[in-house]
Each structure stands twice: as structure tokens, then as C-alpha cells.
């Protein structure tokens, strides 16, 4: 068999394969998601310091302020990936020995505006207000950073925190 029969019954037999595989590749529709329109979230912090701890004023004024941002970033990571309760009940001779519950929160924070942070009536006590807009690919990327990095929580052996697919939940709805 010469070189160019056998090139051009190759392009041959491969414009075939492509004919009949072709209509089989048009019929399969791939799902477009529409696109969420963004969501603004706002979450309150409050943050105080006991006057009796040894510290100057301008510290506790600054100590203050400081937990009502975490404070505030805390209840902002709840309100985008939820919180995970555990909970235990100890009975003993019919009755409730020890009834304890503990939350945890565990998420990653960016882009989140600080919108004020202002004494309340003592100076020691803060209020820091906080707002996040989460545009459609938030939680794609919040996924794929979390999934670089073990859940923090409650030091178990499970490692605690919300477990990555739990937070995929968010991401698909």
C-alpha cells in the first residue's frame, strides 16, 4: 500500500467516526446556572472589658474594640456558613445528671466593610456593625480555599468545625 492511499483512507475512516459521533455530542445540552444576584449581610458585634483587669483606660478602650469586631465577624461567618451544635445529655437514676450544648463557627471572612464601631454608654463596652456583600462566586471560592485548609473547632478527633461538604450546601442552593 502506498504512503498517501493509506494517509487518505486514515482522513477517511476518521471523518466517519466524526460524522457519526457528532450528532450523539449536539443532542447533550449542558445545564447553565443562572447567576444569583448579590446579597448584602449585615451582623452587630458587642465587646466589653472588665474595668478591674489592671489595664489603662485607652486599653480597655482599645481591648473593647477589638471583641466587638470579632465579635461581629463572628456572627457574620454565621450568618454565611451556619453554626454546628453538638450537643450531650448525661441521665442517671432517671434524671438529667448533665445537659450541655457547645457551638461552633468556622469559615473564611474577606471583604467584609467595617460600616461603625461606637462606645455605647460606659466607654467600655463597643457595638462595631459590619457588612458583607456576597456576590455568585463567593461560595466557589470560599470552597476551594477551605478545602486548602483543616476545619478548626473543637479539637476532636474528627477535626472538628463544619465539615467541607457540609459547607457545600450553601454553594448549591
Not at 458585634?45 to 466587638?68: E, I
Not at 450537643?87 to 471572612?109: L, R
Not at 456576590?135 to 477551605?146: H, I, M, P, V
Request: proline share 5%; net charge neutral; with cysteine.
Amino acid at each position: 500500500m502506498k504512503p498517501d492511499i493509506f494517509w487518505r483512507s486514515c482522513a477517511g475512516l476518521a471523518a466517519a467516526v466524526a460524522i457519526t459521533l457528532l450528532p450523539g455530542c449536539a443532542m447533550e445540552e449542558v445545564p447553565v446556572r443562572a447567576p444569583r444576584p448579590a446579597l448584602t449581610l449585615r451582623a452587630v458585634g458587642y465587646g466589653t472589658v472588665r474595668p478591674d483587669k489592671g489595664m489603662t483606660v485607652n486599653q480597655m478602650k482599645l481591648m473593647s474594640m477589638r471583641a466587638s469586631r470579632m465579635d461581629a465577624y463572628r456572627n457574620l461567618t454565621e450568618q454565611v456558613y451556619g453554626i454546628q451544635i453538638a450537643g450531650a445529655t448525661t441521665v442517671g437514676s432517671m434524671v438529667v445528671d448533665n445537659d450541655s450544648y457547645k457551638g461552633y463557627v468556622s469559615g473564611y471572612m474577606h471583604g467584609a466593610k467595617l460600616i461603625s464601631q461606637e462606645p455605647l454608654t460606659d466607654n467600655y463596652t463597643y457595638e462595631t456593625i459590619l457588612e458583607l456583600t456576597v456576590e455568585d462566586d463567593f461560595y466557589q471560592f470560599a470552597n476551594r480555599l477551605l478545602a486548602a485548609y483543616p476545619p478548626v473547632g473543637n479539637n476532636q478527633s474528627n477535626s472538628g468545625g463544619v465539615a467541607h461538604s457540609d459547607r457545600y450546601y450553601y454553594n448549591s442552593h
